[in-house]
């Protein structure tokens, strides 16, 4: 079992900054395929970013191409989301997921369902 546990939310204005951050308790396993998902209100749940841990391969939806950036620090056990030239349409609850293996793709960002770990969220709200 992994729990994940997300921080670094919270309100900025459109064209801001933030970083959010995925504390993994352990990893118990050699891969991970790694992802940031969020939900804005009245929305479905969306794939955003995805991460192989094993050599550190990324993905990423359209939507956020060129302003967000995955990244990991495994000697912390740690995911990261950078979020750069935050717009109001970002505003969302941001989840951390993890499943383990080496089968980590673009398509992987719309199959929740293979997703096992999930953090609890952080809030991310930008405001025009």
């Known amino acids: 079992q992994v729990q994940l546990v997300e921080s670094g939310g919270g309100s900025v204005q459109a064209g801001g900054s933030l970083r959010l951050s995925c504390a993994a308790s352990r990893y118990a396993y050699s891969s991970y395929c790694m992802a940031w998902f969020r939900q804005a209100p009245g929305k479905e749940r969306e794939g955003v970013t995805a991460i192989l841990t094993f050599n550190s391969r990324t993905y990423y939806a359209d939507s956020v191409k060129g302003r967000f950036t995955i990244s990991q620090d495994n000697a912390k056990n740690t995911l990261y989301l950078e979020m750069n030239s935050l717009k109001p349409e970002d505003t969302a609850m941001y989840y951390c997921?993890?499943?383990?293996?080496?089968?980590?793709?673009?398509?992987?960002?719309?199959?929740?369902?293979?997703?096992?770990?999930w953090g609890q969220g952080t809030q991310v709200t930008v405001s025009s």
């Open positions: 997921a993890a499943y383990p293996g080496y089968d980590c793709y673009s398509d992987s960002l719309s199959r929740e369902s293979r997703f096992r770990f």
